[in-house]
């Protein structure tokens, strides 16, 4: 791998032929992520669940293997090079129900990974993070990574241990990671159904004719991140040999709920979104914008996507995968 | 409770009658613990398994139970007006050979003791965190409780974890806790042999005659405590009832651990200890002393033992028990 050029580089540089193992490769990053590992001539690996959507899935070598099978993990570990981990299984509600339930299941299971990457003598990991959640109510905006990490959901708690084990596995181990605290992603094989992903469960809802459906006033200010912007995130990640370890990644832009409802109608034609509102949900931060000052000077990347492309993009994809999928909306 | 009065209060104050829970009542802070409830006037029940030392426990409401004896401790909790979290099962050691058996036990018990709390209602917590582990290898010092925590032990992290959903608990219900960042607590019914605890280990190897084990070259500082001093800070935060949760309590002096060995040396009359050096401990930061400035300030608490006092204390203690602890000394 070619650790020493990062600015200018063009986007997957330094990976070809690189061993690359994508742990939890079906889901909305990570089949993203894989696509764009393949470009760059990476030898992909995908490990976890079949993907939501048939058919997505690239022509990769795949492990079909749930988060705490050992004996599988072990296998994939050996002779990766570069290990991504986007395994995670929960989503922030269900870490809410039970906080201690979604420790014993998640946390665990993800500081065990850990042990097993230590074992198998993985050099390189990329860990996504989420820069939604383990700062808690911002005390500044933008937010900086230096920022106190004080999360209000179980959730956040759960990815900052993550972070910290890594932190610990580089000091005593010498197992370079590279964690990034991505903003709220959205695009491509996203589900509208699973409820994370507001993006996609808006435009889902308004091609399909149906209310919206917003928690709280729809004031809430978030960071939207195309997932092809965080894929390129990551890559540079994966290559980066420099000390600073951590990384926020967004847009750089706090956009409103009600703007996204607004930016959606514009872009799909349509006007006059009929919205339910919800209960605001005690999870949710204010607002959550992050300061990417760090990544943009550290690995010289920029956010690319514009926002009505993004979003026009993820319109023509729900498009083409929507009609397979019989209760879809309802379910969110 | 009054929660009014701090600064100038005896300790103690504003705890008489209050029903207070200590879990965890049976170790080392625990038994200090009890007793300076018991002369503040609080109704104590003490939770936890049987003391170390035979005849130390006063005389108290108890429960013999383990951690995770969620029946158990959903009785002990009803109606505790404040409890204190001193559980935690594991020393350094242990949850260095295997992190994520460490989380899989401690983390996890402890996260769903908190759920048991917030079920039972319980409105005050006091939880003893860790100011040697949480912050890592310090980038300034004394170090002050805004530093960045980046532990290098997974037992650092686990207390972190709990600090982080304590926060998530006051933050979303309500429950309001004090974490009290601790440095290395020493004094009476401290084992000498659990691995955690150099002053006891130093001083009743001396008084047996034998050479004291020292890992790495013991110019380790460490910022010793008295566990009086901590029990006195453990009080205040009882009482206190305003916005700031989080301190460290600390000597603010920092002494390394040969400095200590020429100590105990002094206050026994003793001369020309023998060290046996082994390997440093990769867990073991080289350097740990705690800014206590904002515990002064916001609860007006200051450590009052004298160092060569302490140790004094500690020696005559461990003379009275010793001799009913065969072998205590070699399994250190």
Not at 196 to 211: D, F, Y
Not at 212 to 226: M, S
Not at 247 to 267: C, K, P, Q, Y
Not at 309 to 323: C, D, S, Y
């Amino acid at each position: 791998m070619n650790m020493q050029r990062r600015h200018g580089a063009v986007l997957g540089d330094g990976l070809s032929g690189t061993r690359c193992l994508v742990l939890g490769a079906g889901g909305f990053i990570g089949l993203n992520l894989c696509r764009a590992l393949l470009r760059a001539g990476a030898a992909v690996h995908g490990y976890g669940r079949p993907p939501a959507w048939p058919g997505a899935l690239p022509d990769l070598r795949w492990t079909q293997a749930e988060f705490g099978d050992t004996a599988a993990l072990g296998a994939a570990l050996e002779g990766a090079e570069v290990v991504f981990h986007l395994l995670g299984g929960s989503v922030p509600a269900a870490a809410e129900r039970d906080p201690a339930a979604d420790l014993r299941i998640n946390g665990v299971a993800s500081v065990e990974l850990l042990g097993l990457c230590r074992a198998a003598g993985v050099r390189r990991m990329v860990f996504v993070s989420s820069g939604g959640t383990v700062y808690g109510v911002p005390r500044i905006l933008p937010i900086p990574e230096d920022h106190p990490t004080d999360p209000i959901s179980a959730y956040g708690i759960h990815k900052l241990l993550v972070e910290k084990h890594l932190g610990l596995l580089a000091h005593r181990h010498g197992l370079h990671s590279v964690v990034l605290r991505a903003a709220n992603p959205y695009g491509p094989f996203q589900s509208p159904d699973r409820g994370q992903g507001v993006i996609a469960a808006l435009i889902a809802r308004r091609l399909a004719g149906m209310p919206v459906e917003v928690w709280g006033d729809g004031q809430v200010v978030r960071d939207f991140l195309h997932v092809e912007d965080l894929v390129a995130a990551m890559l540079r990640a994966a290559v980066h040999a420099g000390e600073e370890r951590l990384f926020n990644v967004g847009s750089g832009t706090g956009r409103s709920i009600l703007d996204v409802v607004a930016s959606v109608d514009a872009m799909l034609g349509l006007r006059g979104a009929e919205i339910h509102h919800h209960p605001a949900r005690p999870v949710d931060v204010p607002v959550n914008v992050l300061d990417i000052s760090r990544i943009r000077r550290v690995l010289g990347w920029a956010p690319r996507t514009d926002w009505m492309a993004g979003l026009r993009g993820t319109a023509e994809w729900l498009r083409g995968v929507l009609p397979a999928r019989q209760g879809a909306l309802v379910r969110r």
